[in-house]
């Protein structure tokens, strides 16, 4: 692992290049940061150790979670306000969030709104209600939290708030909106004035006492050091990428498939931790569920004996988290002939199941669990369903429907879940990267995923990119302000 010890700015020589701000990353939050530092009047300079700009954003489904009565949501035809969302993101994302960021945000988000569209990104105003993992093109607006599913239709006024970037001829898990948020992003920091450098690692911080002064990179094997005179940003995204940090701080996330970029190392997190950072919920992360929306949300899922422990119609990235952390993958699907003709029509291809049998008692068998279990267990279920009930888990009467023989099961024991870290640095509303003490760190922010941010433990889609260019904006404020 690279040596993250910070350099005493009294051992170099001379500085490669100087400027106000030094911007570690070219994501959603270093881009954004670079915005407002560079409007702010400060000379910004990027730095990504990547062949261009993008970081896991340019990756991403393109989501921005925002709310509160934005213009797309009311050109929609819903209703929302600030005090729901705040109600709805304070239970979703907890245990443990950080309230002030919460509330920072959602008093904030109609101004975000308008200034992301002012950089270039454009929604289209038509929602998209089916369960999936992204809207096609021409939907600009969708649910990505499960706000409209158990339990959180009950704590706060459901509304969808997963703003999507308009982009043509999007392909799902290829080239998604995330690419054309960042685009424009990236245009409108060049604009305004912040120059970007690629290929660049930065290895360590340099410190003048205790002030951050400019950091150490590396560029096609030679080391230089930049200055940044007012001070650094380190969005340089989180740790999935990194075996021994997972090992050692989310151990749960191990072998499984990284979503995100090879660049998601955690250096930025560990040079911090080296000049003095906190860190907040290391031990958290997000995970995707390895089936369709479509499916699971018309399914029975099953744990390993063959029982319910969640209403599938929820974010199927809370379904994803249930599933890895509770149930250690060991995990199945059931559904039927109709469920599959269902999920057909709407995703253009058929599930394959593991087993397919007319007799749950020979299922019983195949899957290995006791004997009598999954019997109850779709009595019950199908005893609920043709009532428009489910009293067990709750889930909504849209996607109740008994399930009825020939049956199959989706083995999914052991399946590759994408997962990506949530903790990292602990910083203020404003993007100061603090001390254990609660103290900021002289000349240090951070932004995006190398910090603890809105979410804490749970999460929702477009939760990310909504803290990263929200908060992104505030520590580049912030730096070019000192």
């Not at 030679?222 to 050692?248: D, T, W």
Request: proline share 6%; charged share 20%.
């Amino acid at each position: 692992m690279t040596k993250t010890s910070p350099v005493p700015a009294r051992e170099i020589r001379d500085w490669a290049v100087e400027t106000d701000v030094l911007v570690v990353g070219s994501g959603c939050a270093g881009t954004s940061a670079a915005i407002e530092a560079a409007r702010a009047g400060a000379d910004v300079l990027v730095v990504d150790g990547a062949g261009g700009p993008g970081g896991a954003t340019a990756m991403a489904g393109g989501e921005i979670y925002l709310g509160g009565g934005t213009p797309l949501q009311k050109a929609c035809g819903i209703e929302d306000s600030p005090e729901a969302m705040y109600q709805f993101l304070r239970a979703a994302t907890g245990p443990d969030p950080d309230e002030e960021k919460l509330a920072v945000y959602c008093e904030g988000n109609l101004e975000h709104f308008d200034w992301l569209v002012e950089s270039g990104v454009h929604f289209k105003a038509r929602l998209w209600t089916e369960p999936s993992w992204e809207a096609p093109t021409g939907y600009g607006l969708m649910y990505t939290g499960g706000e409209n599913a158990h339990p959180f239709n009950d704590i706060a006024p459901p509304a969808p708030r997963g703003h999507v970037p308009h982009m043509q001829d999007k392909r799902p898990g290829q080239r998604s909106a995330g690419w054309v948020l960042l685009k424009n992003l990236a245009e409108t920091a060049r604009r305004a004035g912040a120059m970007a450098v690629y290929d660049t690692r930065v290895e360590t911080l340099v410190v003048d006492g205790g002030d951050v002064v400019g950091a150490e990179v590396v560029s096609f094997g030679e080391r230089s050091f930049i200055r940044a005179r007012r001070g650094v940003v380190l969005a340089a995204g989180g740790f999935a990428a990194n075996p021994s940090m997972l090992a050692q701080h989310a151990p749960r996330l191990t072998g499984n498939m990284l979503i995100g970029t090879d660049h998601d190392d955690g250096s930025g997190i560990r040079m911090a931790q080296a000049a003095g950072a906190a860190v907040r919920h290391m031990e958290a992360g997000q995970t995707s569920f390895p089936a369709d929306p479509a499916l699971l949300c018309r399914a029975l899922l099953l744990d390993a004996r063959g029982r319910r422990f969640i209403n599938e119609d929820t974010y199927p990235g809370r379904v994803g988290q249930a599933s890895l952390f509770q149930q250690g993958r060991q995990i199945f699907l059931l559904y039927d002939h109709a469920i599959n003709e269902e999920v057909e029509a709407f995703t253009g291809m058929p599930v394959e199941p593991t087993w397919v049998s007319d007799g749950l008692t020979e299922l019983e068998a195949l899957m290995g669990v006791p004997r009598g279990v999954l019997t109850n267990t779709v009595e019950e279920y199908n005893a609920g369903a043709r009532k428009g009930q489910d009293p067990l888990c709750h889930k909504s009467a849209r996607w109740l429907k008994p399930v009825a023989p020939p049956y199959g099961v989706l083995d999914l024991r052991g399946a590759m879940f994408g997962v990506f870290t949530i903790g990292g640095l602990h910083t203020s509303p404003n993007g100061e990267v603090l001390t254990p003490d609660g103290e900021s760190i002289p000349g240090l922010f951070a932004a995006g995923r190398t910090t603890s941010g809105i979410p804490s433990w749970g999460y929702c889609s477009g939760t990310s990119l909504g803290d990263a260019s929200f908060f992104g904006r505030r520590a580049g404020k912030t730096a070019a302000a000192r």
